[in-house]
């Protein structure tokens, strides 16, 4: 079986963030880091190279491949931010129409900068995927 990338590291967030290049894309991960570390409780942790996670669920796939991966996570990558925060959770599209400028891709909501979208529907997504995350994966 081949070993999985994406798994917690002893990196440093705080360095992770403070190495991107784009001073906005640094400030939007700011503030995306401290709004997902309250909604979730849990502290940041560095998954793989890029991506900031926070908790975490064991899962197993039919095929019998099985890892540990964040409950919820984001990237601040170079050309958008990427937020692992969708889960098919009841009211997922409504919250997704009262955002902003967004696209989504399977799990994942793509932001262009922070001031494109409404930060309080973005904590509600949070939540509400935190806690389908938690439904779905107890500890």
Excluded at 77 to 88: E, G, I, P, Q, S
Excluded at 121 to 138: D, K, Y
Aim: aromatic fraction near 8%; glycine fraction near 8%; charge should be neutral.
């Amino acid at each position: 079986m081949t070993e999985l990338k994406t798994k917690a590291t002893q990196r440093s967030v705080a360095d992770f963030i403070a190495s991107v290049d784009h001073p906005g894309r640094r400030a939007d991960a700011e503030i995306v880091c401290a709004l997902l570390e309250r909604v979730s409780g849990e502290p940041a942790t560095m998954w793989g190279p890029s991506i900031i996670g926070f908790g975490r669920y064991q899962y197993r796939y039919d095929s019998g491949h099985e890892g540990e991966m964040c409950r919820i996570g984001f990237s601040p990558r170079k050309a958008n931010l990427v937020l692992y925060t969708l889960a098919d959770f009841a009211g997922q599209d409504a919250l997704l129409a009262r955002l902003g400028k967004h696209k989504t891709g399977k799990g994942c909501l793509y932001l262009n900068r922070l001031t494109d979208v409404d930060i309080s529907v973005l904590e509600e997504i949070t939540r509400a995927c935190w806690a389908h995350m938690a439904e779905r994966h107890p500890d």
